[in-house]
């Protein structure tokens, strides 16, 4: 070869090489950025390096860990608070906590409206904790200058005085705002947790699952405190140092979240999903002449590249036929709309994704129906089993020491973090072995195995309740320790850890884009609904056995009723549901993704793979 060859070769070879390097160079500028079209606070695509993953991701679990302690703060004693200090009967108390409980929850509604369709998740979280803050400083004063009178009173032996009804109402006002702005805030943090991990990085992805794990976690260590100390204090009458150190806690949460602004990454609200889901309903009514819908998924719009500000493309699927009729048209309509300027009439065209998104929440609404009656059987935790700990012995050998009845929560919460330790560290990688899912069992396995342990856990608590009342001595008073109440908080720990982080992983995975924060306000919502259906239960089942004279199963001396029975019959529905649960798991159908695939896809699940037409 000779010279001038030899130099054309290697100027050929050095092209090839800078060629390569711009390839390699463009790939790294292109790994730097997130893949889910996640923005940074200036609305620029989120850096990898410089935005979210644990280090935003752990700063809002110390958030939602202060923000809880501050929301237990008032739930764990509220009962005990309306008994002693407002004068409220047990059963009043207790349906009034559960009224309160479900109102929060139903804010969580409007959260994520605003959340998905206009704020975004972190003005959201914002404003409503600034509004959760003024809630508890209000409830902090009026408790200090109104109710607690005389000084020293609301102790199991000191009730307080009469309130008027001004002071009362401002009572409700700032116990009403505690809940509509922890409601509003709670369904959006967990959601903007997730959003600091982008799902379609396999390392941060698998984070990802696990944050709401280490979310529920925090969750239940920030009620740790509020369950013990807390509930200490305000058993011996110490209420309102009690709800200062609850505002305290929110106030630090929300500094502690603002000073992570720089670090957050943002998903984009997608506009209003409750339009989308009216358009798809209003189309398909449009077009119900046109007779059934061709499997040939090229007759259903399609649509152009773009959707909506981070929304992803969803592929046709079967089921709920008649919603297809939304995205119905010809190949001449298609070719118009391709060339003519004119947009579509989206209240008469919808695309093929506008109407997977509604058939996504229409697969999910049975699932979560099912989980309700779990919600009565939890709230019980909050009601009825600390007034059945209240009538149980309490004394230990420690210098006179009582238990309060609220504080035997701590072992359902002790039970909760063993359990979600135990499950990521060694029990999920064991069952991976066998399900061949690095996650193990799927979420609704883990939901219907939620719902059992419930289930067993009023069982228990019935058995208690039994040798409780066998025990008895004078009213209220029982020879059987309140340590015997472990076994049910144990169970409702398991059960919950099962069923609550199972949802929140569910939901948000299998809602579409735009109706994320949508999907953790419906697991609030089961709550919601469970609190208020455990009201009309306790309602229902009160003045059904108190009849000819007789005091029903829940009076205020429980020995004279059969609180029991009670819990043996949550059981027997508990049961029930589960039933219908396998029924609607056993059908559901996961939606299928063009820029990216569900779990049992990448697996190949033939079921998952015949579910889809595209």
């Not at 009034?96 to 969580?108: A, E, I, L, P, R």
């Not at 455990?534 to 009849?547: E, L, M, N, R």
């Amino acid at each position: 070869m000779s010279a001038n060859e030899g130099d054309l070769t290697m100027r050929v070879i050095a092209m090839g090489g800078d060629a390569a390097a711009e390839r390699r160079a463009a790939e790294e500028k292109l790994c730097e950025y997130t893949l889910d079209g996640s923005v940074d606070i200036k609305g620029r695509p989120a850096v990898k390096g410089k935005s979210g993953g644990w280090l935003a991701g752990g700063l809002i679990l110390v958030n939602q860990g202060l923000a809880t302690m501050a929301f237990f703060g008032v739930n764990v004693n509220l009962v005990l608070f309306l008994t002693r200090v407002v004068q409220q009967s047990n059963g009043d108390a207790a349906n009034n906590v559960s009224k309160w409980t479900g109102t929060v929850y139903m804010f969580s509604l409007i959260g994520a409206f605003l959340s998905d369709s206009y704020w975004g998740r972190y003005k959201t979280c914002a404003i409503f904790q600034a509004m959760f803050v003024l809630g508890l400083g209000l409830l902090s004063l009026s408790s200090r200058l109104y109710l607690i009178r005389p000084v020293g009173c609301g102790t199991e032996h000191t009730p307080c005085a009469s309130h008027s009804g001004t002071e009362m109402g401002i009572f409700y006002i700032a116990l009403y705002m505690i809940a509509f702005g922890n409601g509003g805030y709670q369904p959006n943090i967990a959601t903007f947790g997730a959003d600091q991990f982008d799902e379609e990085d396999p390392a941060e992805a698998h984070s990802k699952v696990s944050f709401f794990s280490y979310f529920y976690l925090a969750l239940n260590l920030g009620s740790l405190f509020s369950n013990t100390f807390l509930s200490y204090l305000q058993d011996h009458g110490k209420w309102v140092l009690g709800f200062w150190a609850s505002t305290g806690a929110a106030a630090t949460a929300l500094l502690l979240f603002l000073s992570g602004t720089p670090q957050y990454r943002h998903a984009q609200p997608c506009g209003n999903p409750m339009a989308n889901i009216c358009q798809v309903a209003s189309a398909a009514c449009r077009n119900w002449k046109s007779g059934g819908v061709s499997p040939d998924v090229e007759i259903l719009y399609e649509g152009d590249e773009k959707t909506d500000a981070g929304s992803r493309k969803l592929l046709h699927t079967k089921g709920f036929r008649f919603l297809d009729r939304a995205a119905l048209t010809t190949e001449d309509t298609n070719s118009k709309l391709a060339t003519c300027s004119k947009t579509r009439d989206q209240w008469k065209l919808c695309t093929v994704t506008q109407v997977e998104q509604v058939k996504s929440i229409l697969r999910i609404l049975p699932i979560w129906v099912c989980t309700i009656l779990y919600s009565v059987v939890f709230t019980q935790m909050a009601s009825l089993f600390v007034v059945q700990g209240a009538a149980m012995r309490r004394a230990t050998p420690l210098g006179g020491f009582s238990i309060p009845a609220s504080s035997m929560s701590a072992f359902d919460i002790l039970t909760v973090a063993t359990t979600i330790f135990l499950y990521r560290r060694a029990i999920c990688p064991f069952l991976a072995r066998f399900t061949g899912r690095s996650t193990g069992p799927t979420e609704l396995q883990r939901m219907g195995l939620g719902l059992v342990l419930g289930a067993m856990a009023m069982a228990t608590a019935g058995t208690v309740e039994h040798f409780r009342k066998a025990s008895a001595t004078t009213a209220n008073s029982s020879e059987l320790h309140i340590l015997w109440q472990v076994p049910q908080y144990a169970l409702i720990g398991v059960s919950e850890v099962m069923m609550y982080v199972g949802q929140l992983e569910f939901f948000n995975g299998e809602m579409p884009d735009g109706f994320k924060s949508f999907g953790s306000a419906l697991c609030m919502m089961s709550m919601s609904l469970g609190n208020y259906f455990s009201d009309i239960i306790v309602s229902a089942v009160t003045k059904a056995t108190a009849v000819d004279g007789r005091p029903g199963w829940i009076p205020a001396d429980l020995n004279e009723g059969h609180l029991n029975k009670f819990y043996f019959l949550l059981a027997i529905l508990s049961v029930a549901d589960f039933a219908v649960y396998l029924v609607f798991a056993g059908r559901y159908r996961k939606s299928c993704k063009v820029d990216g695939r569900s779990d049992d896809e990448e697996e190949g699940s033939v079921d998952d793979e015949e579910a889809c037409h595209a």
